[in-house]
């Protein structure tokens, strides 16, 4: 449970805020929790698991499907005033699969447990549809991934990865501080295939590979 | 538009239908139209093309992304007594992916146009949450398909799809009606893969290939 200096950020997430009644209002406040995870730990943890709605306040999480083997597929991530509702699929029934949900950096977030959400689903048709909104846009997200996964090339899959990290370094020395293994979780390679790709753009004076990460050469416009 | 006799039947279809006014009602009625599609015509054509609300009287719709060189991969069929949203996306801010969508077999539907449906949408609440959680069934109908295409081996998938197809057959021949050319496409892979793959299974004594098409030797229980 969270304080009552609390609400105005809270409303900032949920666009059904004005549609709940006062009752409905002070549940959510009462109900909503204030965690912190540190980068590398699970929130979620695939089947069976049921956490609830997850208020990103700041940090990013990234959600990816598991097979048997331990084989990694990540279909998004999630970011600072963003909403997760694949950690609360057990209270919708047109969800039927499930995922992995980890910090991948420091994350603090609100957390609306999945009893008090089902319950506003249940009695609010706004939250109910928010919820099959926002599954809707994780839908979108995940059919970009896969159209990038199964119709584009290796290295273009590669090339635009390693573009969209290097968009988001801040620092000046245009490094992308990731593993070949990471690299290669994140697209759903093999790491052996990252390397000898990366080595391919290194010839090409693309990058630099480094022990450090990977050296964008190309200068930032 | 379709007249009144259609009433009852329409009704079966949306669980929204008691949440609308009788004016909405008779909106909905008045811009619904009855169409018949021809198997192996399209419905629905991708980028920019937005149809609306499709409710399957009879007939299987197939859904599929199709990649700039002509690679398709099935995401999901729809059959009688279904919606299908997607053919309405352009109305669903939440929604920004396109598919197709083609006429299996010989297909009877209703369709509410998008304007229309649009309309309706905007205007009341349950219509809205019907399409975000119609997206929503289907999001999970997607994530099953590509588990198969990037987990499963290709002999696991293969089988799998051989015994779907079995279990729908109703005459007594126990023969898979498909070519080796229709059976690639539906799970995602090229005629040679399966071709080859068709034969070891035969030398298996698990199927029987045929110019007919694939004979299932094992019998249904």
Known sequence: MVD???????????????????????????????????????????????????????????????????????????????????????????????????????????????????????????????????ATERFSDVMWAFEQILFMSFDKRLATFLFDEYIKIKDKDNVIKLTHEQVAKYIGSAREVVTRMLHYFANEGIVEVSRGGIKILMSKN
Chains 1, 2 share one sequence.
């Open 4 to 134: 009552s200096n609390y609400r105005e950020e809270l409303k900032q997430y949920i666009p059904f805020w004005d549609k709940l009644s006062s009752n409905e209002q002070e549940f959510f406040m009462n109900n909503v929790l204030d965690l912190k995870y540190e980068s590398g730990t699970t929130l979620h943890g695939g089947d069976d698991d049921c956490l609830g709605l997850i208020l990103i306040r700041n940090g990013t999480i990234r959600t990816y499907m598991l097979s048997n083997e331990g084989k990694e597929i990540t279909l998004f991530r999630l970011n600072e005033g963003e909403v997760c509702v694949l950690s609360a699929a057990c209270i919708l029934d047109s969800v039927t699969f499930d995922v992995n949900i980890d910090a991948e950096t420091d994350c603090e977030i609100f957390l609306l447990g999945s009893t008090a959400f089902a319950k506003l689903a249940s009695s609010n048709i706004y939250v109910e549809n928010f919820a099959h909104k926002i």
